[in-house]
């Protein structure tokens, strides 16, 4: 197991590596935790809630995932310094960024705003009057969220980036704390509708994002914010963040896009199909759960060891880390199988909705033992090499040809009708894996920096 041991004078021992790791396990573990359990309280309101509640959560699923994308390509740029001991262009780097994304995610609201007629009545299909209103109301109350959460990912992404995942840890937990024990007391002991669900979200956001940022003005820490922090646009470096971010953000949005329009074709199939598919979506979240998390981790080794220029590194850490990748997926995969029965039990779905999440968690489990990785983990060391565009391309490519074109062949055409969308899921990740697959073992990817 010559993969497990230190090397000497390499960035990260197997002590720091854990130290990044469990923080990040943790904190995708609060995230699922939270969601899960969201999802069984909106259940308690009703099938039309938990049809709403995931129209509207795939929408903005879309805009965090934007945001997101422009706090790690802010993240990876301030990372980029730091590895060449440019500590104080780094701090400006994380100034760029707070200051862009808080103004883009504000501009965001906005329009959601402007375009809700919109986004429900078209973007969404056709769809029962009580799926509908439930979220309309959902809508309103969130969006209200995302200048808040786009802070929040920004200190979360800079905080990741310097190997202090734990500060991310421990907000995330305090923030869905809020979350948990502000809809239990506003659903269960005042006895409200949906709103119990969606205030605390957006209270728990706020929290978390003024908080996230107040650390960041913490002079002691590595990055962190110049204090008063300077309103102006330093074009240099923000060039830099969007080089990485746009190409990241649009691979992104193509994504959820996708996913989007795959829940319009879902949502023609009844309200009993869009709520299984909503629970299976919040089950096989748990199931990648590692994934997620160490993928985190080889963009914060990566990047840094790319700073060295030590590309002997990069394909240690990228081999480590897909291995360990694959071993924790198989755990938490065949734990979610195993526990079904009660999940099912808890959620008190129909019989024919328990029957459709039955089948798609044991595909999904299958499939994620064998491609996920490859899919999604690998794809983090192109990016740390700036080779963002390439996984951009890629990206969007297999999400329209494979995953949309086969959905609308498998699951209309055919018949097969969502279990026929989840094979053109599974078929984009084989296109994925076999092309970034090549293109890590071409090694392009090393004059992209």
């Known amino acids: 197991m010559h993969f497990l041991k230190d090397h000497e004078g390499y960035c990260f021992t197997n002590k720091a590596l854990v130290n990044l790791i469990i923080p990040l396990m943790v904190e995708q573990f609060l995230i699922v935790f939270v969601g899960i359990v969201d999802s069984i309280m909106v259940a308690s309101v009703g099938e039309a809630a938990v049809s709403g509640v995931s129209l509207v959560d795939t929408i903005f699923i879309l805009l965090i995932s934007l945001l997101a994308a422009l706090a790690i390509g802010g993240a990876v740029v301030c990372g980029q310094f730091l590895s060449k001991k440019e500590k104080a262009e780094a701090c400006d780097v994380a100034n760029q960024l707070v200051l862009f994304t808080s103004a883009f995610a504000l501009a965001i609201m906005l329009l959601v705003y402007i375009l809700r007629p919109f986004i429900l009545n078209i973007a969404f299909g056709r769809i029962e009057a009580d799926v509908s209103y439930n979220a309309n109301l959902y809508l309103i109350i969130i969006a209200a969220s995302l200048p808040m959460i786009a802070l929040y990912n920004a200190g979360a992404a800079i905080f990741r980036m310097i190997g202090d995942s734990k ?7 305090f923030m869905n704390g809020i979350n948990i024990i502000g809809n239990a007391i506003l659903l269960y002991g ?4 949906l709103e119990g669900i969606a205030i605390p979200t957006l209270i728990s956001r706020m929290i978390a994002g003024v908080i996230m940022i107040v650390l960041l003005f913490n002079q002691e820490k590595v990055l962190h914010f110049s204090h008063p922090i300077v309103v102006k646009c330093q074009w240099l470096l923000l060039k830099k963040i969007l ?30 199909s869009i709520a299984a598919n909503a629970l299976s979506n919040t089950l096989v979240t748990f199931q990648i759960l ?11 080794v990566t990047v840094q060891s790319i700073g060295l220029g030590s590309y002997e590194q990069v394909r240690y850490y990228t081999k480590k880390i897909v291995i360990l990748t694959y071993f924790m997926i198989w755990v938490t995969a065949l734990s979610i199988i195993v526990l079904l029965p009660v999940f099912l039990e808890i959620y008190g779905l129909s019989y024919e909705a328990t029957q459709l999440t039955t089948q798609r968690i044991i595909y999904h489990g299958i499939c994620i033992f064998t491609i996920w990785p490859l899919s999604f983990i690998l794809s983090n060391t192109l990016r740390a090499a700036n080779d963002v565009k390439y996984c951009m391309w890629v990206s969007i490519l297999s999400v329209w040809i494979f995953r949309i074109g086969f959905s ?7 018949g097969l009708g969502v279990f026929g969308v989840w094979i053109a899921m599974t078929l984009d990740w084989v296109v994925r894996a076999f092309c970034f697959i090549i293109r890590y073992l071409f090694g392009k990817w090393q004059f992209q920096s």
């Open 243 to 272: 080089h990485i971010g746009v190409p990241n953000g649009l691979e992104n949005s193509m994504f959820q896009l996708g996913k989007i329009f795959i829940l319009s074709m879902v949502s023609s199939f009844g309200t009993t």
């Open 290 to 300: 590692p994934g997620i998390a160490m993928g985190l981790a080889l963009l914060t």
């Open 167 to 173: 500060i991310v840890m421990l907000m995330s937990l």
């Open 408 to 414: 609308l062949i498998l699951g209309k055409k055919f």
């Open 190 to 193: 005042l006895k409200w509708g």
